[in-house]
Structure formats: structure tokens, C-alpha cells
């Protein structure tokens, strides 16, 4: 640990864990232990854990999430580039996976980058519902829009707006809701010690004003017997359940519901058994607070949709992809599909909305890397499909020039791993020129 923990810090944590208190202390002298969780958009747990070529072990709070060796390093492996998977600090995880979203759904995420619990959600919807992803930050947007991109689906919308916005345009709108909140970061000293730093010149009543607007925005957006789930990565009461307690007390209409406990979990404080908090000394994790609440009323039932078959535009006659309950648009020269639950999204800051399909460009349309990752093998015929250990894979993602089997068709190729779409490329007598994005390349 580079930064020192403050004196006040110490008391306040002392008060926190009690007798526990030495404990937390020896956490620091533990490395963290990475995981990541499993696309299952893309891949079931059962057949990524056939082709997995690392050493996992469950997280016991989520179906689909794994602990992994640092050894092993996923995030160069090209399962990571076909977005097979999210690398995501366990405890990290709770909010996501204990929110209920249903298939069908409209789920909001309030403070949605990096990403992972959004592609979390996404999920859950099974491609079904819609989900908006917003993070204020324009900046951070785009880290959330690239790995939301990854994970191939088109029920979704990344926008950089101040949530009070959100909130005049959406009452009473969304039968989920997440809520991140920006936080004084206890829970994450370990792991990233320049927290540390910041803390100690801005400690936890700093955010609490931001967190307590935040929540009354989220909550106007709730809908009737929808269900918010708001948490932290802090170990701050003043930050977690004095914040839901200002809540309760000033939505009348919005009470607690309990979250399940797993080993080392502990419940909330102030008398709030039901939330959660995670500590790095009880469990193989980082620190997080978690709380769900509940709008008095019923979800009203939701339309069936008859899964109707959009008019597929020339440029994408080749392919078998399905697109249904949606429309295409183009937008200057940009193609995008447009699920019908994503409408209503003008005057706002969108980062996207929908599928991006690719771009009208003189004479020719050049498809966009968003497509390929959305699509399956089996809806393109000219396929070069390569195994994880293939030299050309790691060229492929390096943007180098790769070269093809002789049957392989000259023009549009889409360019597999072990059936998994990394991107296109475009063939010319077995000479395939690189069109894999150059800010996602492998270095």
C-alpha cells in the first residue's frame, strides 16, 4: 500500500469492525483476487467452462461469475476480444445479480460505466426489454459504450446525461433500477490504493447530497412495484444506510426487501438487517453495500410482442441475422436497427441507441465491428473460422494482414474464433486485408 490510511479513517473503521477491526487491517496485506463473468448472451456456463483454458473457481453470489489465477491473464486471450466474458472484481458483481430483472423488462442504469453490471443486466433480458446505460461523464460513456458493444446484443441505449434529466423525461418508467452511486471508495483501498489518496481530501459526507438527489431521481423513474437496487463500494454508514433511510423517509411509498446472505456476508447496520455489506476480511472479495427497494403498487402486465420481421435493407441480404420488433434508421451515413423499446431517446445525449450496423461510404457500405460481435457463425456463409492457438488470431487482433484457406470466397469475411465472431475482414485470393478496429487491437 503506497498511501497511508488517515488517522480519522482508522477511527471511523476501528468503530466500523469492532473486534474485526485487526482483521481488516491484515486484508491489506492479501492480494486481491481477480474474476471475470461469463457472457451468457453469447455462451452458456457449461460450454465456456469446456473451452475455458484457465483455472476457475466459483463466486458463490452469482451463477456466472469465477474466480481465476492472475497467471493466467484472460484479458489477452482471444475469448476476451469475442467478448466471451467481462473481467469484474467479485463482490462487484452483487448489484447486478441480485436486482430481478425479468425478460421483457425496461431497466435503467443510472451510473452505468465501465460497464459491468450493465452487460450483467443485458444478460438478464435474454435480448428481450430494453436497457438504458447512462453515466454523466462523456468520457466514461465511451469505456461503457466499447464493452457494452462486446457483448452483441441491440436492446440498448448508452447516453451521458445528468440523471435530473433522466428523471423529467422518464417518470414512472422503468420496472428496474441500478444505482451505483459514486462513492468515498472504502471498499476498494485494497485493490486500488490511490483511492486512498483522494479520500483523505475528500472523506464520506462529501457525497452523501450527491447520492441523496441521485436516489430521489432513480426513485421518480421507478415505476409502481418496480424494484431499485442502490449500492456503494464503501463501508461508510452515512454513504449507505442513512441514505436509504432519508429515502424511505421521504418516499412513503418505497420500503426494503431483504437480499440473500451468503457465507461471509454480513447485514445492513442502523437496524437495516436487510441489506448487505461485503467486507475484504470475511470473504474473497473487495468491499460493496448493497439495498434493494420496492415501490408500494403491482407491475402492470407487459404487451406480447408478436416478433415481427423487420424489411432488411440491401446491404444486408448476405446475412441470416434476425431482426425483430424493431426498425432500421439511417442516421446521415450511419445504418442502425432500432428496437421499437428504444424510442424516445431525442434531445438526449446518446452515445448509441440500438444496433450499429455500418456506414454508407460512396459507393460501397462498410459493415461496423458492433455487427460482427452481435452476429453468430452460422448467419454469414464466408466464414474463416480459427482456433484460439492459431497464429493468424492473434495477428488478426494485432490488425495485421492474415492469410486464408484457398476456398474461402474473395470479399466480406467474417473472421471466428472457435465460432465465435472477432470481426471482418476482406478477402482478395486468400489475402485477407484487416479491418478489426485499431482502438480495440491487441498490444
Known sequence: ?????????????????????????????????????????KISVEEFLKIAPFKLEPVPWTDNGFYYDPEDRPALHPYYYAGLYYLQEASAMVPAAFLPVE????????????????TELLNKLKNSGSLIANDISATRAATLLHNVESWGCENYAVTAEDLRKLAQRWPLTFERILLDAPCSGQGMFRK?????????????????????E?????????????????????????ENESVIAY???????????????????MPGRNGMEEC??????????????????????????????PGKQAEIP??????????????????????YFLPEELEGLEKLRVLRSGLLIGEYSRDRFEYAHSFALAMKKEEFDNVLDLSANDIRTLKYLKGE????????????????VDSFPLGFAQNKNGTLKNKYPKERRMR
Open 401 to 416: 494482414t492474415i492469410e486464408a484457406e484457398k476456398d474461402l470466397k474473395d470479399g466480406l469475411v467474417l473472421v471466428c
Open 314 to 335: 440491401d446491404v444486408l441480404k448476405t446475412f441470416r441475422h434476425p431482426f425483430t420488433n424493431g426498425s432500421f434508421r439511417r442516421i446521415g451515413e450511419k445504418l
Open 276 to 305: 448487505v455489506r461485503l467486507y475484504p476480511h470475511k470473504l474473497r472479495g473487495e468491499g460493496h453495500f448493497a439495498a434493494l427497494l420496492e415501490k408500494t403498487g403491482e407491475n402492470a402486465p407487459k404487451p406480447e410482442k
Open 214 to 238: 441521485l436516489l430521489d431521481c432513480a426513485l421518480g423513474m421507478l415505476k409502481e412495484g418496480g424494484t431499485l437496487l442502490y449500492s456503494t463500494c464503501t463501508f461508510s454508514i452515512c
Open 247 to 265: 429515502a424511505l423517509e421521504k418516499h412513503p411509498d418505497v420500503h426494503l426487501l431483504p437480499l440473500p446472505k451468503y457465507p461471509g456476508f
Open 192 to 212: 486500488d490504493p490511490a483511492l486512498i489518496r483522494s479520500y483523505n481530501e475528500k472523506d464520506s459526507k462529501a457525497y452523501v447530497p450527491l447520492q441523496q
Open 1 to 41: 500500500m503506497t498511501a497511508k490510511l488517515s488517522d480519522s479513517y482508522l477511527w471511523e473503521a476501528r468503530q466500523l469492525f469492532g473486534k474485526d477491526f485487526p482483521d481488516y487491517l491484515d486484508s491489506f496485506k492479501e492480494e486481491s483476487t481477480p474474476s471475470l463473468r461469463i457472457n451468457t448472451t
Open 103 to 118: 425478460e421483457g423488462d425496461k431497466v435503467l442504469d443510472c451510473c452505468a460505466a465501465p460497464g459491468g453490471k450493465a
